[in-house]
């Protein structure tokens, strides 16, 4: 019995030791994760949390200025990357590049990254290495930034946004010159932009059909710096030289913050239905379907591939009305010239399907759908010899379906009775 009792005992200490060793090795996180104020009154860093998949729009990850200052005791985060989605017309706005609904915030340091260690970020923190003066004048810079009438900014995807708008405070504070590294490879936009999309194809499929030819220009290492994935790593090796050229490291310390919530990742898309193996298999499907209805009745081929060529040219007519807005309406950088709206041309595709459906002589339809073909082999040699632009495999799939479709309609035209 005393046996037993020794042995409950001995379990029972040790469930209480561990719980209070994870207790206060939670606590010693979240103290960790917002230190003790230095003695020099000011502090200025950068704070990066890691990308979060859930979303298409935190796959790049986002950037805070953060300013401790012990003399009054306060520790606070600016954030440039708050938005008001319930603002009128607000996803209108977004697309025509008029998204004046975003501003900066300041947040408490420890809210702030309480939401990020929420959501399963981990935090990096770039202490910057900084003169009493400069720090004095960044912090003068976000007061006034975040002033009712100023706190309000136009939103870009390149040019203005989370991490440029604080680099951007960096560089006019500082007294002298921020120098980048210069051993960087160049890379274009659109190359950085899919090597943070690594699970979404279809994604990319957007991307690389929104994104016009600017977008393959290849930029160097300060053009790399509108992704905060990207700008916290560049920015741990650069430097400021004074005008008197004397040289300092901008980051004298960097602070990691692991994760606190672990949440299950989003998986990949499966390839079997990413946007490549899906086109090819339908053009598989469609180009034995046609053959074989067309050998085995007539009058039903004609049917089918006639609603299957309106379908394929209403499509482009979708796709196309959007890429023409991005390209020729909106303010958003990188969409124009897009040379994809010559596969999608709404204009071309909405006369198509008015042939197809109204015009009495079978010529007529003959002459456009040789037109499509040879739209679509032009499309073909652009983009796949002249390399004009970047594209996607999956739409020079969509090309060659295009071809084979328009290909078995004149087929359907030819085995009819004369009728010009």
């Given amino acids: 019995m005393k046996h037993l009792l020794l042995k409950i005992g001995t379990r029972n200490f040790c469930i209480i030791s561990l719980l209070s060793f994870l207790f206060l090795s939670q606590r010693n996180n979240i103290e960790a994760a917002v ?34 200052d012990a003399k009054n005791q306060s520790d606070y985060t600016y954030n440039y990357g708050v938005a008001n989605f319930d603002a009128p017309n607000f996803i209108t706005n977004f697309i025509s590049g008029k998204a004046d609904d975003y501003f900066v915030e300041r947040t408490p340091t420890y809210t702030y990254l309480e939401g990020y260690f929420y959501s399963g970020c981990s935090i990096q923190e770039l202490l910057l290495n900084l003169s009493k003066e400069e720090k004095e004048k960044i912090l003068a810079t976000l007061k006034q930034n975040i ?28 007294d002298g010159e921020l120098v980048f590294p210069k051993n960087h490879d160049k890379k274009s936009i659109r190359k950085l932009i899919d090597d943070c999309n690594t699970k979404r194809p279809w994604l990319k499929l957007g991307t690389d059909l ?38 300092r490291r901008l980051v004298k310390k960097i602070n990691f913050y692991p994760k606190r919530y672990f949440y299950k990742e989003i ?22 379907f046609f053959f074989l209805v067309l050998r085995i009745s007539k009058k039903q081929a004609s049917k089918y591939i006639k609603g299957s060529f309106i379908l394929l040219l ?63 082999v032009f499309y073909i040699i652009l983009f796949y010899f002249f390399c004009i632009q970047e594209s996607n495999i999956a739409l020079f799939l969509f090309s060659l379906l295009g071809i084979s479709t328009a290909s078995f309609y004149i087929k359907t035209l030819q085995t009819r009775p004369n009728n010009e």
């Fill in 147 to 174: 002033k009712k009438e100023n706190a309000r900014y136009r939103y870009n995807f390149l040019n203005n946004n989370c991490a440029t708008r604080p680099l951007s405070i960096l560089e006019k504070c500082i």
């Fill in 314 to 376: 209403f499509l482009e007519i979708i796709v196309g009305a959007i890429l023409c807005y991005l390209s020729f309406f909106s303010l958003h950088p990188l969409t124009y010239p897009n040379w994809n709206i010559l596969l999608f041309n709404p204009l071309c595709a909405f006369i198509g399907i008015w042939i197809l459906l109204f015009a009495k002589r079978d010529k007529i339809k003959k002459v456009f759908s040789l037109i499509f073909i040879g739209i679509n």
């Fill in 210 to 247: 929104a994104l016009g030819s600017a977008a393959d220009k290849k930029v160097g290492i300060k053009g790399q710096t509108f992704l905060p994935v990207f700008l916290v790593d560049i920015l741990k090796y650069c430097k400021i030289i004074d005008p008197k050229g004397k040289e």
């Fill in 267 to 288: 998986e990949s898309t499966p390839y079997y239905l990413s946007p490549t193996p899906l086109l090819f298999s339908l053009l598989i499907i469609l180009t034995l």
């Fill in 35 to 68: 230190p003790v104020f230095e003695k020099d009154s000011l502090s200025i860093s950068l704070l990066f949390n890691s990308p979060i998949e859930n979303t298409s729009y935190t796959i790049y990850g986002h950037l805070g200025l953060r300013v401790q």
